[in-house]
């Protein structure tokens, strides 16, 4: 049973656990959005599956638990998987946000709980991780990003939000992912936001924000 918050109280925020890879600049759109009572969510944690990345530095400066769980520190891919399960399980959260992390996820975790990732494509266009490159050498005039579940297919879940962003000419790889990342993290924080303030439902692929 849900309680009310005593009127004029905020509800109290939605946990999550956030993954990353790398620079962490998702990360710190959330950790950003998160300063933010009426946000509704709080970090429990920030965990990585490589040491000394700047998205680790993020979460530390914000005074955010971090962990690490390398695959190489394990005999197989599913006692990584496994072992990555109970870290997260260890800080409770809602659901999990990957922002930007590189390795596939395995039963253990995806069972568990539902795991939001970004995409810098209209999915089911350009899956995998030259999505931008592969826009380009098809002459694409419209991509964008996808804020998607995650299931054990390569870019293959549940299309929670999409944005387009333009192809222009002479666009370079580079220059274009730049543009398509600004318009992820804004749709990022505002889907992420979304669930964790109303909450969400997975009607075999639709997925419904109240």
Request: charged share 20%; glycine share 10%.
């Amino acid at each position: 049973m849900t309680t009310a918050a005593p009127s004029g109280e905020l509800p109290a925020p939605t946990g999550v656990v956030v993954l990353v890879s790398g620079s962490g600049t998702n990360l710190q759109a959330l950790i950003d959005a998160a300063g933010d009572p009426a946000y509704g969510l709080t970090i429990r944690a920030v965990g990585a599956d490589r040491d000394g990345i700047a998205g680790l530095q993020r979460a530390e400066a914000a005074g955010i638990p971090t962990f690490v769980r390398r695959v190489a520190d394990f005999p197989e891919r599913t006692a990584w998987d496994a072992a990555l399960a109970a870290q997260i399980a260890a800080h409770a959260p809602a659901f999990v946000v990957s922002a930007g992390f590189m390795k596939l996820l395995g039963p253990a975790v995806l069972g568990a709980w539902t795991v939001v990732n970004t995409h810098p494509a209209l999915l089911p266009a350009f899956p995998g991780a030259h999505a931008v490159r592969d826009a380009l050498a098809y002459g694409a005039k419209v991509t964008g990003c996808t804020v998607h579940l995650v299931d054990d297919g390569i870019d293959t879940g549940p299309v929670v939000a999409q944005r387009a962003v333009e192809v222009c000419p002479g666009d370079t790889e580079d220059g274009l992912h730049e543009r398509i990342k600004a318009v992820e993290r804004e749709l990022l924080v505002d889907v992420v936001g979304r669930m964790a303030r109303d909450g969400f439902t997975v009607t075999e692929r639709k997925v419904t924000i109240p």
